[in-house]
């Protein structure tokens, strides 16, 4: 129906999450009657994103790279946070969630996602080999599991504390007052605040 470089763009978007055919063709068809001058703008952010954000070789977290040769982000850097306590979350947005109640002092690690409990082959998607490195003869002396009060999540927290039960690592996890199913990005700054003060 549509000409082949309409479909491959389609098929594109497509594979963003939560980002069905329907919807992609809307970003298609946006696209098309958009001023040139926007998408030219579109372009461009896209480049600069792939070209001068890195991750963090600590913690996976993005930042810009553009003008600096250091390989870490500015919380890995920050010489006055706690090098004893890391923060176990399943992405980027979960970070910035945590960072703006501006409670926790310690440090952090991005696993890249949760695991389905039905799709163990998902385990490989997981940056498991990256944070035992980490672990590995580190100063760390607690990690707070915080993954999200999801199915989901549960099952990586059940597996992560499956994998580093006996490595002499205080494990804990976030309190309860996160309501099963949410996710921490959409959680209000008080009850953040409560289920960090109360990881049991």
Do not use: H, W
Not at 6 to 35: C, D, H
Not at 66 to 91: H, P, Y
């Amino acid at each position: 129906m549509y000409p082949r470089q309409i479909q491959r763009l389609i098929q594109l978007f497509s594979g963003f999450p939560t980002v069905g055919q329907r919807t992609a063709t809307r970003f298609v068809f946006y696209l098309l009657r958009a001023p040139r001058s926007e998408v030219k703008e579109l372009i461009e952010a896209i480049a600069q994103v792939r070209n001068q954000i890195a991750l963090c070789k600590l913690c996976f977290q993005p930042f810009d790279a553009s003008e600096k040769t250091q390989e870490l982000c500015i919380i890995c850097n920050d010489n006055t946070r706690s090098k004893e306590i890391l923060c176990v979350i399943e992405k980027e947005s979960d970070l910035e969630a945590l960072e703006s109640i501006k409670e926790y002092k310690g440090l952090y690690f991005i696993l890249g996602g949760p695991v389905d409990p039905l799709k163990k082959e998902q385990r490989e998607i997981l940056r498991m080999k990256e944070l035992e490195e980490r672990l590995k003869d580190s100063p760390i002396k607690e990690v707070i599991i915080a993954t999200n009060p999801t199915v989901e999540g549960e099952a990586t927290a059940l597996y992560l504390e499956r994998v580093f039960k006996d490595s002499g690592i205080k494990l804990t996890r976030l309190g309860r007052g996160l309501p099963i199913g949410g996710e921490l990005e959409y959680a209000d700054p008080e009850t953040l605040k409560q289920s960090l003060e109360n990881r049991r």
